[in-house]
């Protein structure tokens, strides 16, 4: 693992860098990116930069460098290439009161780079009963507030599932907790729309763009009872959904080959700094 925290590229990644009073650690004032990395370098940095900003404007966080983000980047990447990791880029509210009212330091930006294993082709999610809020002040926005998803990833895992499948407070299919959804019903691809309260993917944008997809919002058991499931992010790429609760399916289906197959055609076009 290799950690740069406002400027400075850590000699030890596990030493103690961030101080207790840092508003993303007290209270989760923070936006984050999670970046592929393919043979070191990164993927479609760009538009993970452009979300960033837009998280950062929608919590409020005042100050954010781009370009200093991007020299982040490259000093963790430097040196002997990872060859399939990701990067972590966070900015928090920086050093401020022990409350919910912010400070008036600059803000913290730390980028790591760690490597990852391949996500398996499939995978089982299961249904959690607590909905996403397609109204809140933080819908579709990248923040570091995850306790939520925490949760409802611990109640997959015991489930024997890898991911955990949010409906919204209209009982329409919203999003997993790191992953945006993908459905096939009578041949037709379709995922929710950004209306529906879930994060804007980079994957799942570009899986629309190369691929296809129809956008609506429809009750969340039109997609647990469809004829192929595939889940899409930073981390998995194209993967099918072999299991939804109860539900065992065929996966991957032609459909989700086909997905995968688009996506491995046209990744190397964003693979890069300048990317």
């Not at 009982?171 to 879930?198: H, I, K, M």
């Not at 994060?199 to 009750?219: K, N, Q």
Request: charged share 20%.
């Amino acid at each position: 693992m290799r950690v740069w925290i406002n400027g400075e590229l850590l000699s030890d990644p596990k030493a103690p860098a961030v101080p207790v009073t840092d508003h993303g650690l007290t209270v989760g004032d923070a936006v984050f990116e999670a970046v592929k990395v393919v043979d070191g370098q990164p993927f479609a940095l760009q538009r993970h930069l452009d979300r960033l900003e837009s998280s950062a404007a929608g919590l409020g966080l005042v100050g954010l460098d781009v370009d200093d983000v991007r020299r982040g980047v490259g000093a963790v990447l430097e040196g002997e290439p990872i060859a399939l990791g990701r990067l972590r880029i966070t900015v928090t509210g920086g050093n401020a009161p022990l409350g919910s009212g912010r400070g008036s330091d600059p803000l913290t930006v730390i980028v790591v780079a760690s490597p990852m294993d391949p996500a398996p082709e499939t995978t089982a999610v299961v249904t959690v009963p607590w909905p996403r809020n397609e109204r809140g002040a933080l819908a579709g926005l990248k923040t570091t507030s995850y306790a939520e998803n925490v949760v409802a990833l611990a109640q997959a895992q015991a489930a024997g599932a890898s991911e955990a499948v949010f409906a919204n407070l209209a009982g329409n299919l919203c999003e997993g907790t790191g992953t945006n959804v993908f459905y096939v019903v009578d041949g037709e691809v379709r995922t929710p729309t950004l209306a529906s309260g879930c994060l804007a993917g980079v994957t799942r944008a570009l899986l629309i763009e190369w691929f296809g997809a129809t956008e609506v919002d429809e009750p969340i058991e039109v997609a647990a009872g469809a004829d192929e499931i595939f889940l899409v992010s930073t981390t998995r790429d194209v993967q099918g959904v072999h299991r939804w609760d109860d539900r065992t399916l065929e996966a991957p289906g032609p459909v989700t080959k086909a997905a995968a197959q688009a996506w491995r055609d046209n990744e190397a076009a964003l693979i890069g700094l300048d990317r």
